[in-house]
């Protein structure tokens, strides 16, 4: 979907096998994995488990069968709320989040949504950024959003896009 995604001359990977999957029990702990190698405060398999039992929309990227990233999204009534992007940290910077971001649109349009809209760390200004390039705009804050060190609290910014 995306115009060249993993290149195959980088690194010398085979990207010949690159596709979705709706997250299943079978590929939780390679997430997990994932999940806690990107974050300083990760989301736990509970955080997980919740999020498959309410039915959101949760879909991983595999190359064949290594798990390379994933997304959570949740619907609502005309839109869609992005709960979770995560590339592996030795497959960043390689487009796959703008891959999946592809893939998160395709989906929440066949689900007749109107917006999408998610919220992103103040100091993440490699997350803004690539969101902002994908066309998402900042539309308020949230203080004291997310959890952050010593016990404090960091705000959180709010993007969205029309679909
Ligand atoms: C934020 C995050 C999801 C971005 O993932 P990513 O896969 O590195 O992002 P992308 O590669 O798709 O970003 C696009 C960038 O790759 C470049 N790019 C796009 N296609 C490319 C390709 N085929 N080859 C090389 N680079 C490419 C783009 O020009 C853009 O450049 P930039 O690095 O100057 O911004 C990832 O860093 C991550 O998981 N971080 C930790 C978790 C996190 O913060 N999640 C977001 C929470 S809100």
Redesign the pocket.
Known sequence: M??????AD?DNQDTSDLHFEILSLSRLEALLEVEQS??SHPWTRGNFIDAMASGYQIQVLLNGDELL?YFVAMQGVDEVHLL??????Q?????????MLQALVLWARAQNAQWLW????VS?A??R??YE?FGFQRVGERKRYYPADMGEREDAIVMSIKL
């Open positions: 995306s115009a060249h995604p993993l290149p980088q990107a974050y990233g979770n992007i995560t590339v592996s940290p497959y960043q910077r390689q487009g796959l989040a703008h891959l998610l919220e992103v760390r993440n490699r997350a950024d690539i390039k």
